[in-house]
């Protein structure tokens, strides 16, 4: 009897020295990824063998019903006891890793849309993503876990730019759907990667779904909208970036229709997870569940009366991250009845699953991004890489002759509120540089040793001058020629809260230009012009991100450039295209109107009389526009078959001519127009891009096959059709506004194309 109790009282403490032993390796964090592969075996969410989903599962079961919430705010603390490193879902990568290590600065999102070019933006962002890589590698092998140092980055920002007014327009990729969406795809395709196991970033289509301003407004506004307008130019481009698996959607703050976005089911439930399929996580933008409680007489929307019922409500809608700290409240909310644990766990194992399959939770060496080294950061081909999306970027407006200029002229005036400022470079959400290359350095750089450059700063951004006197001016009439930067910075358009000097909350209620701006430019006027016999030329370089009322500029200037907020090598590019290095080639984005008188109210979300599509008045700049130092010949347009069939594809083929003496690059638009629908249908939509680089005298047939999407219409209810009719194709330069022909666009080839 004795021997049989001793032998179980041993396997008793075995089994209890095992099991302590086991509890033991719990509580021990590993702050470095060699230490986390040395427990790798221990637990199964650490078992790279197994599938994602069972790691999950087995994570989940282990955490405590704090733990899980606190996994489910953006800064989420560490578990000591599981080996779990703290992690910041909150970073920002719009055009260049931002807010973080020094990188690389590319031109700003505004101005990738002004490239037209889906290639180009899959390869900033696949330089974005290897910098992004490569500083949290070596920042969490220090053991810094800082917001902004990780890899689910909240961008591209893919709503459409509807409103001039709007002050984060700059962040988009201009006004158009078809636009918005491929060069939105070929950014989270960059962003994310092509590795079938591991995400090398994790991408974010925000803000969904109908968000534009205005910006003072976002927390309380009801943006209304029909069907119509919902399906044809609102949700496009959110449904392209989720068939090409982008791995988050950011919910924005307003409502749409009537509920907030951040608890709309019909946005995230019947169509982003039931029509759609979209498999990744939901998120909210930063303290928006804050708007759900505050009543409106506070600037929120008054759906809730607590943050316990806020932060339930969010969840129950299908929103796994809660940017800010709303969802710590979950606690209460569990312990009133208003959501149980298990459907916190629902929405918890979506979000885990992007760290997961960042690899964030396998040993160093797993993932094959673990090796990218910070060499790659900022590193010359990025630098060029900048440089050619700002050269790519740049619109051309008006010349009168005097551009390209000769780099050897006697005598420059380079002058302006923004000749030598850094922050036009940046735009909003911007990373930094420490060779942020301003116009004035660009500028000087490019000229001949024996010219001679003169710099004053001549006007302010935004204020008259206090002081009588003012040297500046007379110089535009002793120089051979005045380059005046003008324009508007991050000071005045931008984010609620960062633009410091707007007292409309970054939107632009005013379209015009400062007054103080015009004022100088009619001052250089004045100076140039004082000899009858030998006027003087003025170049207008005008900085910004979105529409401004440009009219007095062109009437005062012999050239016009609108260069965006281009990016750290951003001088250099403007130096290259004002003494012709390269031709420019960019195109607009956007319209723009000649007036706001133009445009319906801001507060106003349908589309009637927006945009190139909507609008029937002839504005100041047509979307697809801008001028290049040679000229472009559109011939010989054919399909294949001019009759077709509701499921038939149809091949064009059109030869462009460089006509001109210098080498650029043209933008070809395509773009069609149904001539008889049986609802309110687009003026002409783009359905078709190609940049193509032509030689003097040289021509190319360039082919585009157009499927039965290209040919849908929108009907009232939102669905999508063909109706048997007459179709108008244009291909050319511009968009078939007869503005841009009167601005000096190219003549557009046209075809008709019969559906049956």
């Known amino acids: 009897m004795n021997t ?86 909150w970073n920002e990568a719009l055009h260049g890793v931002g807010r973080s290590c020094a990188a690389t600065v590319f031109p700003q999102a505004i101005a990738l849309g002004a490239t037209f070019d889906a290639d180009l933006a899959f390869r900033v962002s696949s330089a974005i993503s290897d910098e992004a890589r490569a500083i949290y590698n070596a920042t969490s092998e220090k053991g810094y876990y800082n917001r902004y140092n990780g890899l689910t980055f909240w961008t591209p920002n893919i709503n459409i730019f509807r409103d001039p007014r709007w002050g984060r327009g700059q962040e988009t990729y201009g006004e158009d759907p078809y636009l918005t969406s491929i060069l939105g795809v070929s950014f989270v395709k960059g962003l994310q990667g092509d590795n079938p196991d591991y995400l ?210 006697s005598k420059y005036f380079l002058t302006g509120p923004n000749a030598a400022s850094i922050e036009i470079l940046l735009g909003n959400y911007y990373g930094v540089n420490p060779n942020m290359v301003t116009i004035l350095e660009g500028i000087s750089a490019a000229i001949q040793p024996t010219s001679q450059l003169q710099f004053r700063l001549g006007a302010m ?34 984010e609620e809260g960062d633009s410091i000097d707007s007292n409309t909350a970054g939107d632009r209620l005013d379209y015009d230009l400062p007054k103080n701006q015009i004022d100088y430019l009619k001052d250089l006027r004045k100076a140039a012009d004082q000899n009858p016999e030998d006027k003087k030329s003025i170049i207008a370089v005008i900085t910004g991100g979105s529409p401004i009322n440009l009219a007095e500029v062109e009437a005062l200037s012999d050239a016009v450039l609108f260069v965006w907020y281009p990016g750290e090598e951003g001088g250099t590019a403007v130096a290259d295209i004002l003494f012709g290095n390269v031709s420019p080639s960019g195109r607009l984005p956007i319209t723009f109107p000649k007036s706001l008188d133009q445009l319906p109210a801001f507060e106003d979300y349908s589309m009637k009389g927006r945009t190139y599509k909507y609008m029937n008045k002839d504005p100041l700049y047509p979307f697809g526009f801008g001028l290049s130092y040679t000229t472009f010949t559109y011939k010989d347009l054919k399909a294949s078959t001019t009759n077709i069939s509701k499921h038939e594809n149809v091949k064009l083929q059109v030869n462009v001519t460089n006509s001109g003496n210098v080498k650029s690059d043209e933008i070809t638009q395509v773009y069609i127009s149904d001539l008889k629908a049986s609802v309110v249908v687009p003026n002409f939509q783009l359905i078709k891009t190609k940049r193509i680089t032509l030689e003097p005298g040289e021509s190319k047939n360039l082919e585009f096959e157009l499927t039965p999407n290209d040919f849908e219409i929108v009907k009232n209810d939102g669905s999508r059709t063909i109706e048997s009719g007459d179709f108008k194709v244009y291909i050319g330069g511009s968009s078939p506004m007869k503005r841009s022909f009167e601005l000096g666009a190219p003549k557009m080839a046209e075809i008709k194309i019969t559906v049956n």
């Open 4 to 89: 049989l109790y001793f032998r179980h009282l041993i396997s008793f403490l075995l089994l209890f020295i095992a099991l302590s032993c086991n509890k033991k390796q719990e509580t021990v964090i590993h702050h470095d990824n060699d230490l986390m592969a040395s427990s790798h075996s221990a637990l199964p969410f650490q078992d790279s063998n197994l599938s994602n989903d069972q790691r999950i599962a087995d994570l989940i079961s282990r955490l405590t019903l704090e733990e899980k919430i606190e996994q489910m705010m953006n800064s989420t603390p560490a578990i000591e006891r599981l080996n779990i490193l703290p992690y910041d879902y």
């Open 200 to 409: 090398k970033t994790a991408a974010c289509a925000k803000h969904f779904a109908v968000h534009s301003g205005p910006e003072k407004l976002r927390h309380e506004f009801n943006a209304q909208v029909s069907q119509k307008d919902l399906w044809e130019t609102y949700l496009p481009a959110f449904h392209a970036l989720v068939d090409a698996k982008v791995e988050s959607v950011m919910c924005a703050y307003n409502s749409t229709n009537g509920e907030p976005c951040c608890s709309n089911n019909y946005l995230i439930t019947d169509i982003l997870r039931d029509t759609w399929n979209f498999k990744g996580h939901v998120l909210t933008d930063c303290s928006a569940l804050v708007d759900f409680y505050n009543q409106p007489d506070e600037g929120g929307h008054g759906r809730v009366n607590t943050d316990a019922e806020a932060a339930a409500l969010a969840v129950k809608s299908g929103v796994s991250l809660n940017c800010g700290d709303t969802y710590s409240s979950l606690t209460d909310a569990v312990k009133e009845g208003l959501i149980t644990e298990k459907e916190i766990d629902k929405q918890l194992a979506i979000l885990l699953k992007t760290r997961f399959k960042l690899g964030l939770f396998d040993p160093k060496g797993s993932n094959p991004y673990d090796d990218i080294s910070f060499d790659v950061v900022n590193s010359d081909s990025h630098r060029e890489l900048s440089k050619e999306v700002a050269l790519k970027s740049i619109v051309l407006l008006k010349n009168n002759g005097v551009l390209p200029l000769k780099n050897d002229l």
């Open 461 to 494: 951004l935004n204020k008259p001058s206090i002081n009588p006197i003012n040297y500046a001016t007379g110089n535009a009439g002793s120089s051979d020629v005045t380059i005046v930067v003008l324009g508007v910075s991050s000071q005045l358009e931008g």
